[in-house]
Nanobody, 122 residues
Framework: QVQLVESGGGLVEAGGSLRLSCAAS????????MGWFRQAPGKEREFVAA????????YYADSVKGRFTISRDNAKNTVYLQMNSLKPDDTAVYYC???????????????WGQGTQVTVSS
């Protein structure tokens, strides 16, 4: 059983930056693909970014490509999401996810964190 705990959310002005972290425990972190999803009020959970177990392959939603960067540190059992040039449309609860299979854009991941709120003011 893998536990995921997100941190780093908060309130930021448009154009600002935040870095989210997701600490994993209870499993062999390097065996898992890791991903970030987000859910805004009244909307479905949507894919943001994902990274392969080795960190070699990364994937991004078109809406964040060029602004967000996903990375991982397998020695620290942590995955990060660096978010730059934030926009009000990025406001959402951000969730970390883990899966022993290949990274995918749909939300059918095996393990989920509780989420961290990101609010971008205009």
């Amino acid at each position: 059983q893998v536990q995921l705990v997100e941190s780093g959310g908060g309130l930021v002005e448009a154009g600002g930056s935040l870095r989210l972290s997701c600490a994993a425990s209870g499993g062999t972190f390097s065996y898992y693909s890791m991903g970030w999803f987000r859910q805004a009020p009244g909307k479905e959970r949507e894919f943001v970014a994902a990274i392969s177990w080795s960190g070699t392959n990364t994937y991004y939603a078109d809406s964040v490509k060029g602004r967000f960067t996903i990375s991982r540190d397998n020695a620290k059992n942590t995955v990060y999401l660096q978010m730059n040039s934030l926009k009000p449309d990025d406001t959402a609860v951000y969730y970390c996810a883990a899966d022993p299979n290949l990274a995918k854009r749909d939300p059918r991941w095996h393990y989920w964190g509780q989420g961290t709120q990101v609010t971008v003011s205009s």
